[in-house]
């Protein structure tokens, strides 16, 4: 029997070890469980066996079904369907699955192979009163069977159990072929006599997924030709079972996929700032959501903190949210204001559709002004910690929500002083169905608060560490939504470790641009990177001032790099080529690139700005 198809991720299961004896087993817990099925008579002719059966067995059959049923994941269907037979209907069961489980309309793969998923039993202790009970020796061979049943199954296309599979229907164990079937299933020797084993084949929507054993002690009356009919209908509903779980699970998997491409893999380390973020779903099943972050380096050294809330739960809103943040990155490089950025995010989602509803708060930062612009569209505001240990919500208009239409956003530029923190965060953080938004958000005060009194006076606590002091406060019942957090660490660049000028755009404004290194490199005591720094300089200034019509700006930055940033009002963005010999141009931005660590070009809203990063010497 083959049927080919490619591995598959499979929903988590509960696989059976190699073990050498019956305690290795999973099996039948040594304690009654409160389940919704009739009262079991493992010992008697009644029940299901007879007299009443049939009215038994259906009531059987209906808390059984409904008991599998409630199942999500594989673990869940396939315990269901133990606990549901175990010990009404069979005093053992093993449950077989395809290894891997074929996934929809996928081809299972060649050879096809089963695996042990579960075995379930009667405990001793409460199948026969006492441990010590001399009807122990009645057990036959169902738990030997049990102790060494074979993990994996490889199954023969012409074998006797490939025959029984594709019967579909269960079968005694009695006749020739259902022997050697459950000898090639289980690798047990000896088995059952009489009707106490019974074979069932698990057949999802499209093909038998397994099989099912469910087995009877020799001290318990045997099968009836009517228990055929109960373990068909406990075979077909684990097996939609099983399907729906695997589907169920490749959604999920191809959700969790989806979130994760929709949100940045690792912070960019701009100059002047630490990063750190969460991201956590509302729950195992909605793990898909619209809340994302972002941070993107901008030109001059700054840097755009972004949070944003796509509404609802689903693919759909996890695919606009992916949507809304490329819209976001591409007006960031275009070094628009916030208030524009919201604005043509704005006019991005109506085109979307007319329910394409989210917030969002853009903020720039600028680590050499140690200043912050930043503008809000309707979401929660973010909370600013200072050094000192106090907090402060930031005093942002809260505008109209993203796809609205029509609306004016407002820019706030305030101070950022360093050290101090800022908090984003989307409304899964401070709001739930026990509080509102401005509660959550002065319990997030408190938070910080008391994270601020652990640490030293005047110091500010570890960022990654205080990202997850900040999550606590939601507690497990709390979470009715997604939570996306990012906080930012301002640190700041020093007046002293900044050089700025602006040139006129005249050749002559190269020598200063040069004077301007040398002063302060000597200042910084990076005499060794001179001669370089200057040579590029005037590479650099010297195709500005050749071009520009308004003065060209000239800016060193001392961090654990030396950056230099030349922006002038050309908006034409410099593009390396190899100069022919007879050029007379075109080596500048070669030698640029032969020897700074990085550079780039970035067009901004009044022309460009060039930059490049020298490392310092040892």
């Known amino acids: 029997m083959t049927d080919p198809t490619p591995p598959q991720p499979v929903a988590r299961t ?7 004896d019956s305690s290795g087993l999973p099996h039948a817990r040594s304690e ?13 002719g009644e029940g299901l066996n007879g007299g009443t059966g049939d009215n038994d067995r259906l009531r059987f059959v209906g808390a059984a079904t409904r008991r599998i049923a409630r199942g999500l994941d594989l673990d869940e269907i396939v315990l269901g369907l133990c606990r549901a037979s175990v010990p009404t209907f069979s005093d053992a069961i093993l449950v077989y699955l395809r290894h891997p489980l074929p996934v929809g309309d996928e081809q299972p793969v060649t050879p096809w192979v089963l695996k042990l998923r579960r075995t379930d039993r009667i ?14 020796d009645a057990s036959g061979p169902v738990l030997p069977m049990l102790a060494s049943a074979t993990p994996l199954v490889e199954v023969r296309g012409n074998g006797p159990l490939a025959e029984v599979l594709r019967g579909v229907r269960p079968v005694f164990v009695e006749s020739q072929v259902p022997k050697a079937a459950l000898r090639e299933l289980t690798g047990a020797v000896a088995l059952p006599e009489g009707q106490r084993a019974i074979l069932a084949p ?10 099912a054993v469910f087995l009877r002690r020799p001290d318990r009356p045997s099968f009836e030709a009517e228990d055929l009919q109960v373990a068909q209908q406990l075979a ?33 380390q701009p100059t002047g700032v630490r990063l750190a973020s969460r991201y956590l779903p509302a729950a195992q099943s909605a793990r898909v959501g619209g809340d994302w972050y972002d941070a993107i380096p901008l030109p001059g050294s700054r840097v755009a903190l972004v949070v944003g809330d796509v509404m609802g739960h689903s693919t759909t809103s996890a695919a606009i949210m992916g949507q809304l943040r490329t819209t976001v990155q591409t007006l960031a ?19 979307l559709g007319t329910d394409r509803m989210a917030t969002c708060l853009y903020a720039v930062y600028d680590p050499v002004a140690h200043r912050i612009t930043a503008a809000n569209a309707g979401h929660p505001p973010p909370v600013l910690l200072h050094v000192d240990g106090s907090t402060e919500v930031l005093d942002l208009p809260p505008n109209a929500p993203i796809g ?30 026990s509080r509102d938004v401005m509660t959550g958000v002065e319990h997030l005060r408190g938070r910080l608060a008391e994270i601020s009194r652990l640490v030293r006076p005047n110091s500010a606590a570890p960022l990654e560490p205080l990202c997850d002091e900040i999550l606590d406060i939601v507690g497990p019942g709390d979470r009715d939504d997604d939570i996306a957090l990012l906080a930012a660490r301002f640190e700041g660049i020093a007046p002293d470790d900044v050089a700025y000028c602006r040139l006129d755009p005249r050749a ?25 720094v200057e040579l590029l300089v005037s590479e650099v200034v010297t195709n500005a001032v050749r071009y520009a019509e308004r003065p060209v700006s000239v800016r060193l930055l001392r961090t654990d790099v030396l950056r230099c940033e030349v922006g002038d009002d050309v908006p034409q963005l410099p593009r390396l080529r190899q100069a022919g010999p007879a050029d007379e141009g075109g080596r500048g931005l070669y030698l640029v690139q032969r020897l700074a660590r990085q550079w780039g070009a970035t067009r901004l809203s009044t022309g460009k700005l060039v930059w490049f990063e020298m490392a310092p010497p040892p």
């Open 14 to 20: 509960a696989d059976v070890p190699a073990f050498a």
């Open 32 to 44: 009654p469980e409160s389940v919704e099925q009739p009262p079991a008579r493992p010992a008697s």
């Open 123 to 136: 405990p001793e202790a409460l199948a026969l009163g006492s441990v010590g009970d001399p009807r122990a």
């Open 202 to 211: 698990l057949r999802g929507r499209r093909r038998v997924i397994g099989a």
């Open 236 to 268: 077909t509903h684990s097996a939609l079972g099983v399907d729906k779980a695997v589907l169920y699970g490749r959604e999920a998997s191809i959700a969790d996929e989806l979130q994760r491409t929709m949100l940045p893999d690792d912070l960019p």
């Open 333 to 351: 490089g275009l070094d628009l204001p916030p208030q524009e950025v919201l604005h043509h995010l704005d006019e991005q989602a109506q085109r």
């Open 404 to 433: 609205v239409g029509g609306v004016d956003f407002e820019t706030v530029e305030l101070a950022a002083p360093a050290g101090a923190t800022l908090v984003l965060y989307t409304d899964g953080l401070v709001e739930s169905r």
């Open 508 to 532: 002559e404004s190269v020598r200063e641009a040069r004077r301007l290194v040398r002063e302060s490199l000597a200042r910084w005591e990076l005499g060794e990177l001179e001669d370089s």
